[in-house]
């Protein structure tokens, strides 16, 4: 049997296009998405729409459920806390390890260093980087198990942050104190200190994002940055 392997690259190019698209709101939460949407979207056969949407709910950017139409996440405020407690869980436990042992932590420098650029030049729009450091410190544990399983969080921690409308409320000042705090920890050994300072990151985040998704903050979310603190100290 000739196996053709041309469809499978055409369903990588529609899934990551459409990601793109959701990311972008160009398609909006909650929005239906049938084959044949994709079919006339993309100029592609029936078959090869209903693969890209099998992978796309797998990505979890499309819900469908009981067979019903497909459509575009939506996240609210139960999600956004499902979403970061599932990363602190699994970051904390990272950390710890990584604390351990000596990895190289030049990506993420690099990630921390571009948010620290963009606030230098009044941009509060940091997802990307912010996510490439968190993305990098997985990678450092060199495990394509954790690293494939951190891949989809952070893709559904985009989700959320694309339905805020360009609304960012996580202060980069903070985000890069933080950072380079958590990296000084793990280089000096302290696994459980930089689990801690994740805690109050992330936990900061989760409830800020929950409240400007229609929820109400918890207390995290007013909590002062003991790393900012610290760096505001006299020497």
Not at 122 to 129: E, N, Q
Request: contains cysteine; glycine residues 6%.
């Amino acid at each position: 049997m000739v196996r053709n392997i041309s469809v499978t690259s055409v369903v990588d190019a529609v899934v990551e296009d459409f990601k793109a698209l959701v990311l972008a709101r160009e398609v909006s939460p909650g929005a239906s998405v049938t084959e044949n949407d994709l079919a006339q979207r993309y100029d592609i056969a029936r078959a090869t729409a209903k693969a890209a949407i099998e992978r796309l709910v797998n990505d979890k950017v499309l819900n469908r459920r009981n067979h019903k139409t497909a459509r575009v996440v939506s996240l609210g405020p139960a999600d956004v806390r499902d979403i970061y407690n599932a990363r602190l869980c699994l970051e904390s436990e990272v950390l710890r390890r990584l604390a351990r042992s000596q990895g190289d932590w030049s990506e993420c420098r690099q990630a921390n260093a571009e948010i620290r650029a963009l606030w230098a030049e009044g941009v509060w729009d940091i997802t990307l980087p912010d996510l490439r450091f968190h993305t990098s410190l997985v990678a450092a544990s060199n495990s394509s198990r954790l690293t494939s399983i951190y891949a989809s969080l952070a893709c559904e921690v985009r989700l959320c942050l694309s339905q805020l409308q360009g609304a960012q409320r996580l202060s980069p000042e903070i985000i890069v104190a933080e950072h380079a705090k958590l990296l000084d920890l793990v280089e000096s050994g302290d696994g459980e200190g930089a689990a801690r300072l994740l805690d109050e990151h992330l936990s900061r985040a989760r409830e800020l994002l929950a409240g400007s998704l229609g929820g109400v903050s918890g207390p995290e979310a007013f909590m002062p940055s003991s790393a900012l603190a610290e760096l505001s100290q006299p020497a």
